[in-house]
Each structure stands twice: as C-alpha cells, then as structure tokens.
C-alpha cells in the first residue's frame, strides 16, 4: 500500500481526497449512496486516471467510478476503496461542424452537453435529467427524450477513449477494438473508464414538451389509449406516464402524461398530440414549445437516510394490455409505488439486435417502479412491491440497468441475456481478466 501510495502521489496530478479533509463529506457520497472510501480522486487528465486504475490494482482496493453520481444501486461509492471521480474531464467540444461530431469528456452531465450544443443548433439524444452523467447513462443505453426519433444514447456513440485495468489507453470503435465497442454500448463499466466520447450530434430545433393529466380514475383507459396512440404515433414522439405520485397524492395523484415532440411546426405537433389529448378528462396540459436543453430537469438530491428502490423491465407485443391492467389497478391501491411506463420503439427498434450490448430492441414500453422513504419505510413497502412485479412476471422481461437499484445475480441475468451475457464475458476476460471494475451490474470474466 504504501509503495502503491508513493507512486500515486509522484503520477497524479489531480485531487487526492482522504477521510478528514475538508471536502471529504461530499466527495466520499454519490447522489443516491453514502460511502466511506479511503481515497477519493478526482483526476484533471487522462494521465491522472491511469495512474488512478494502476494504484487501485496495485494496492487491491475496491474501485469505484463516478460521472454523474446519479447511479441508483450507488456504485459511485464504496466503503474502504478508491472512488475516481470524473467530474474534472468534462469538456464537451464540436471537433467537427460538418458532420455534427461531438467530442464529450466522461465526466460531463447532459445538462453541460445540451447547453453546450444548444449555440450550434444541435443536440444527441439523452437522458431527461441535466445532473445526470454522460458516461453512466450512455453505456447503460441512453434513454430518453428523443429516444423514438433518434435513437439510445448509444446508437449516437461513434468512438470512445477507454482506460483499461492495466492502466493502458484504448480507443474503441468500429473500425478498431470493435468488440469493445460493440460491449461499452450497454455494457455498462465492466471494462474500464471512458474518458472521452465522440458523439454524432443532430440538428434541432425547439421542441413541443409538456404535461398532459387527467383523474386518477380513468387511469385504465388512458393508458391503454396512449398505448395504442404510440404505436401509430410519428417517430418525433416520446411520451412517459405516470401514475401514483407520491408527491402528488400516490394512487388519487392525477395521470400524468408526458410528451416531447421533436421539431417545431405547430401543426405537425398537434397532429401527433392531439389524439394523447383526446384520451379523458384533461386535466391540466401545459405543452409548449421551447428549447430541447429546457426539457432536461434539475436532478433531485435525496436528504440523508433517504432509500431508493427502483426496479424496471420490458413489454411488448400482445401481453402490453394486461401489463397496463395491472399497472392502472396497481397504481390505484393505497401503498402503491411510482409508476413510470416509458415509450420504446421508433428509431430504438430499427437497429440490429446484436449491433450493441444492449438487448431489447423490440420491446414497446419500459415499466419502472420506485419505492423511496427512510430505511423502516422502504422495508415495509417490499411485500407490497414483490406482489406487483409478481403479478407481471409473466408479461415483461429483463430490466434496464439504469433503472435498477439491485445487482445481484437475478438482475444481471435480467439485464444481460444469456448470449449477451457470453460475448460481454469474452471482452471482460480480454480487458478485465481480474475484474477491477466490479462495482457495475458485474459481468465476471470467464
């Protein structure tokens, strides 16, 4: 350790943060997680994370990376080990106006990146939280307000610049280190840091984003309405539901219908909305047109003692009216958790199956509940919470990393198919033989 120490200290140019530093309290917790790490870093170049990766292996500590911080199983902290904390590598640069390419440092939030590309008229299809990472979210897929027009955040991904566990640079894309290009992308950080993205952006203009809601009790027809509109609807429509929220009244809360068309004609907007409109009783429909950064929300931080229990998975298909059954009469019982079903399909569905790490190219709707509150109160909401994911059991599969606060066996099994699973082990086994990055929804090298 302390040869592993000296090193560290003679090669990294960054911040060295240990337990009784002044910042430490802050540095040591992720958004979702507290930790208590006995070194954080918080590297200024690429330099600085190799020789972060080398002393972590060196001195056999647990390691942890941290972009956003927003992970919910709280792999952006650890207790005993090293946290690099990319938060210094967040330059976002155009390196190429004439094919739109975007070079993004991993330590980057989307809020940084669309205010960054806004100037230029473009943008890269994203999350729908600004605090989130780049680097979190793109390679656990990307899902989000442009998802059905332009794709996952990983389909926009054309390069990246990995440090591997030896310490070494590697850079990923087709044409080079393709399978692990092929694993990053929805892979999640089982084979190193990326320090750097390159993007292919695209054009665009303000966007029609809003909230559409109507009374709790005609939950079931709305959603099954919605539904229906979606798979007729144009690309340029991305829509969430909601149902239960806790803030807004749990199972009385209003169903809130979320929208973003992407472009800026009005009636085009209208045409594709408009029948969303129709669906029951509005409520309340505050859709308008503005900048696609204003889309993005400021991200929540959850007092301290607060958990969060998130679990999601995929439908399609001809079970999808039994899933939003459940999902509407679910929703309506006291001691319901928040409901989320998100819109898939579009742009998602037109890409190979294996062309990614990702595997769930056909599903129609993500489904995603969270159960959150202290310790006592998230406990006794997990009978009630295994009941419902019981019940649609038999109509979903598989499960979205990014919206999933477990990682056991279950959920990477769920996450990763069987041959995923394979192909990613094999890239594992070549970059991470020793499984340094474990702190993800691990795949272990076979």
């Known amino acids: 350790m302390n040869a592993a120490l000296e090193t560290l200290r003679r090669e990294f140019g960054g911040d060295v943060v240990e337990p009784g530093a002044a910042e430490y309290a802050s540095a040591s917790r992720s958004v979702l997680a ?22 972590a ?16 199983a709280g792999f952006g902290t650890n207790d005993g080990g090293v946290v690099i904390d990319l938060s210094m590598l967040a330059k976002v640069e155009v390196v190429d106006k004439d094919r739109h390419l975007v070079r993004i440092g991993g330590g980057a939030t989307w809020g940084q990146v669309a205010a960054a590309l806004a100037p230029y008229g473009l943008a890269i299809s994203s999350g729908d939280t600004k605090s989130v990472g780049v680097g979190g979210l793109t390679l656990g897929g990307g899902i989000g307000w442009k998802v059905r027009k332009h794709g996952l955040a990983v389909d926009n ?50 966007v029609f984003h809003g909230r559409i809601t109507f009374p ?35 199972p009385r ?14 009636r085009r907007a209208a045409e594709a909305v408009d029948p969303i409109r129709r669906l029951g009783t509005v409520v309340q429909d505050d859709v308008a047109l503005k900048p696609y950064a204003d889309t993005l929300v400021e991200g929540v931080i959850p007092p301290p003692g607060i958990r969060l229990v998130t679990r999601s998975a995929f439908a399609g298909g001809e079970p999808v009216p039994e899933v939003l059954r459940i999902l509407a009469e679910v929703g309506a019982a006291e001691g319901a958790p928040f ?18 790490a990702y595997a769930f190219r056909r599903a129609e709707l993500m489904i995603v509940t969270t159960v959150a509150g202290p310790a006592p109160v998230v406990e006794a909401a997990r009978p009630a919470l295994e009941t419902v994911w019981s019940r649609l059991a038999p109509h ?33 086994r070549r970059y991470d033989p020793g499984n340094l990055f474990a702190r993800n929804h691990n795949v272990r090298p076979r």
Request: aromatic share 8%; net charge negative; hydrophobic share 45%.
């Open 339 to 356: 409901i989320a079903v998100r819109s898939l399909g579009g742009a998602v569905s037109r890409v190979p199956d294996d062309a990614t």
């Open 216 to 250: 709790a009790s005609e939950a079931a027809a709305v959603l099954q309405g919605w539904a229906d509109r979606l798979r007729t609807a144009p690309d340029e429509l991305t829509s969430i539901v909601n149902l239960a929220n806790p803030l807004a009244g749990g």
């Open 57 to 72: 292996a060196r001195a056999g500590l647990v390691l942890s990376v941290r972009g956003g911080g927003h992970g919910f």
């Open 157 to 206: 991904v054309v390069a990246a610049e990995v440090v591997t566990a030896d310490g070494e640079v590697v850079h990923a894309r087709a044409e080079e280190n393709a399978e692990l290009f092929w694993a990053i992308r929805g892979g999640g950080g089982n084979f190193g840091i990326v320090t750097a993205f390159e993007f292919a952006a695209h054009p665009t203009t303000d």
């Open 396 to 428: 979903v599969g598989g499960a979205y990393a990014n919206f999933l606060s477990s990682a056991g066996e279950e959920d990477v099994a769920a996450v990763y198919p069987a041959r995923t699973y394979e192909r990613l082990a094999a890239v594992k």
């Open 253 to 266: 809360a209003p169903i809130e219908v979320h929208v973003a068309f992407d472009g800026d004609d009005p």
């Open 34 to 55: 507290s930790g208590s790490p006995a070194f954080v870093l918080r590297p200024r170049s690429v330099g600085d994370v190799q020789a972060g990766v080398r002393f």
